[in-house]
């Protein structure tokens, strides 16, 4: 049986599928898990927006006693030039308790998606994994709330007094010059920020990673291609290639109901990470669920697949849209900045999956480290943010996972997917390629 429930995944799976029709056309779109080349590697990237030598020295500091954290610093550090004068970024910061290991703390870089804010519960989080992080409000705000750590019940979305622009939804600031969009003050405050754990004497400057979350993942996918000091860079569910999503509320904002021919390729040739992903050759991991709301499968997938660099992507099933979910519930994220910065083990990686013309049965190479895997297909031609996806159990072999049945006639796209389970709790997501198949 197959389901589209994977709360009800099956222990075994018998098929009366009838054999699988010729396919007509195979389109790999990304790696997942998967350390792969850029499908765009012969390309000419683009020409950075900013000035990344200057971005590169360290910014001023300013301690402040806004919205105080227990346990670590707050304070602005200056962002790039807004309207005539230097903008003030708040952030928070910590360093793990104890003496730094030889060489320094190695450190992260966390930027949020969009209506969040700096959150202590995310430094802290990095901090109990041995890391020094900063997390920092990139939309010109203080932080307010009671979300994820925050303290002191302050308004949500409060501005300061140096601040920079805020964001207007997506790319609703278009019309203005390049230096007053929002998204040119995020990257430029990604990249500051970098800088700035560089300068501090308890950080090793050759380990420094950076992640982000929804919008904050699309921030530091572009980040991967125009600063590349960083170490290791983990996008969780935002991504490029944007404009070519199918989901309405992302395509709303692009022709033809929004922005003119030449804002449109500004938007491709300036902000999308697509424009810079060829550019970024340090590890990069990928994470999201595999029917992510907001950033689609497939335009997460051709972003994995563009970037220069050894590029995974991660896929769990159950991983939630969301501030909290994107540090607490990929435990992938920590075992892979880990095996970059501080020499752990590898995540397990999954191979090019193929599906037999005549018996519809899916063999993939692997490496060692699962404990259940399988074939997860879809025979929708919906957008791909409604497709339903079935799934079939795979055998495990020695170094290949073999489906239990075939793939149905109709299947218009599937990928092999596998975990170990371990003391309760799934771990080590890895999944094969992404496997379109022309109807």
């Given at each position: 049986?197959?389901?589209?429930?994977?709360?009800?995944?099956?222990?075994?799976?018998?098929?009366?599928?009838?054999?699988?029709?010729?396919?007509?056309?195979?389109?790999?779109?990304?790696?997942?898990?998967?350390?792969?080349?850029?499908?765009?590697?012969?390309?000419?990237?683009?020409?950075?927006?900013?000035?990344?030598?200057?971005?590169?020295?360290?910014?001023?500091?300013?301690?402040?006693?806004?919205?105080?954290?227990?346990?670590?610093?707050?304070?602005?550090?200056?962002?790039?030039?807004?309207?005539?004068?230097?903008?003030?970024?708040?952030?928070?910061?910590?360093?793990?308790?104890?003496?730094?290991?030889?060489?320094?703390?190695?450190?992260?870089?966390?930027?949020?998606?969009?209506?969040?804010?700096?959150?202590?519960?995310?430094?802290?989080?990095?901090?109990?994994?041995?890391?020094?992080?900063?997390?920092?409000?990139?939309?010109?705000?203080?932080?307010?709330?009671?979300?994820?750590?925050?303290?002191?019940?302050?308004?949500?979305?409060?501005?300061?007094?140096?601040?920079?622009?805020?964001?207007?939804?997506?790319?609703?600031?278009?019309?203005?010059?390049?230096?007053?969009?929002?998204?040119?003050?995020?990257?430029?405050?990604?990249?500051?920020?970098?800088?700035?754990?560089?300068?501090?004497?308890?950080?090793?400057?050759?380990?420094?990673?950076?992640?982000?979350?929804?919008?904050?993942?699309?921030?530091?996918?572009?980040?991967?291609?125009?600063?590349?000091?960083?170490?290791?860079?983990?996008?969780?569910?935002?991504?490029?290639?944007?404009?070519?999503?199918?989901?309405?509320?992302?395509?709303?904002?692009?022709?033809?109901?929004?922005?003119?021919?030449?804002?449109?390729?500004?938007?491709?040739?300036?902000?999308?990470?697509s424009a810079y992903l060829p550019n970024a050759k340090m590890p990069m991991l990928w994470v999201s669920g595999v029917a992510d709301p907001v950033f689609q499968l497939n335009i997460f997938a051709k972003?994995?697949?563009?970037?220069?660099?050894?590029?995974?992507?991660?896929?769990?099933?159950?991983?939630?849209?969301?501030?909290?979910?994107?540090?607490?519930?990929?435990?992938?994220?920590?075992?892979?900045?880990?095996?970059?910065?501080?020499?752990?083990?590898?995540?397990?990686?999954?191979?090019?999956?193929?599906?037999?013309?005549?018996?519809?049965?899916?063999?993939?190479?692997?490496?060692?480290?699962?404990?259940?895997?399988?074939?997860?297909?879809?025979?929708?031609?919906?957008?791909?943010?409604?497709?339903?996806?079935?799934?079939?159990?795979?055998?495990?072999?020695?170094?290949?996972?073999?489906?239990?049945?075939?793939?149905?006639?109709?299947?218009?796209?599937?990928?092999?997917?596998?975990?170990?389970?371990?003391?309760?709790?799934?771990?080590?997501?890895?999944?094969?390629?992404?496997?379109?198949?022309?109807?």
């Amino acid at each position: 049986m197959t389901t589209t429930n994977p709360a009800l995944r099956p222990d075994v799976s018998r098929s009366a599928y009838l054999p699988l029709r010729k396919i007509a056309a195979l389109v790999v779109v990304s790696a997942f898990c998967l350390v792969g080349h850029s499908a765009f590697g012969a390309e000419a990237a683009a020409p950075a927006a900013w000035d990344v030598p200057d971005l590169s020295k360290p910014p001023a500091l300013h301690e402040t006693t806004e919205r105080p954290a227990k346990g670590m610093r707050s304070f602005f550090y200056e962002g790039t030039d807004y309207k005539g004068k230097p903008t003030w970024v708040f952030a928070y910061y910590a360093a793990p308790e104890g003496k730094p290991p030889e060489g320094g703390w190695p450190a992260v870089v966390c930027a949020h998606g969009g209506g969040g804010t700096a959150y202590p519960n995310w430094v802290r989080t990095w901090n109990s994994h041995g890391y020094a992080a900063i997390a920092m409000d990139l939309e010109g705000h203080l932080p307010g709330g009671k979300d994820h750590g925050i303290e002191g019940g302050s308004p949500v979305g409060a501005a300061h007094e140096n601040a920079g622009p805020a964001r207007i939804d997506w790319f609703g600031d278009r019309a203005l010059p390049d230096h007053e969009q929002w998204f040119y003050h995020a990257v430029a405050d990604v990249i500051r920020a970098n800088s700035l754990l560089r300068s501090f004497p308890e950080i090793n400057p050759q380990k420094i990673g950076l992640t982000g979350i929804s919008w904050g993942g699309t921030i530091v996918s572009t980040v991967a291609g125009v600063d590349a000091r960083f170490a290791f860079v983990i996008p969780v569910y935002g991504c490029g290639f944007i404009h070519e999503s199918d989901n309405p509320g992302l395509a709303q904002w692009f022709p033809p109901k929004n922005m003119t021919p030449e804002q449109f390729r500004d938007y491709t040739t300036k902000w999308d990470p697509s424009a810079y992903l060829p550019n970024a050759k340090m590890p990069m991991l990928w994470v999201s669920g595999v029917a992510d709301p907001v950033f689609q499968l497939n335009i997460f997938a051709k972003s994995a697949k563009a970037a220069a660099g050894p590029s995974s992507l991660c896929l769990r099933p159950f991983l939630a849209h969301g501030h909290g979910n994107g540090w607490e519930d990929a435990p992938e994220i920590y075992t892979f900045a880990d095996s970059v910065v501080k020499g752990g083990p590898a995540l397990p990686k999954v191979g090019l999956p193929e599906a037999a013309p005549d018996t519809g049965i899916v063999r993939v190479k692997s490496t060692a480290g699962f404990t259940e895997a399988w074939v997860y297909f879809t025979t929708s031609n919906a957008l791909w943010k409604d497709r339903k996806w079935n799934f079939i159990q795979c055998n495990l072999a020695d170094g290949e996972l073999v489906s239990r049945q075939r793939i149905p006639p109709g299947t218009t796209a599937y990928f092999v997917y596998g975990f170990r389970a371990q003391g309760g709790a799934r771990s080590n997501h890895a999944a094969s390629d992404l496997v379109i198949l022309k109807p």
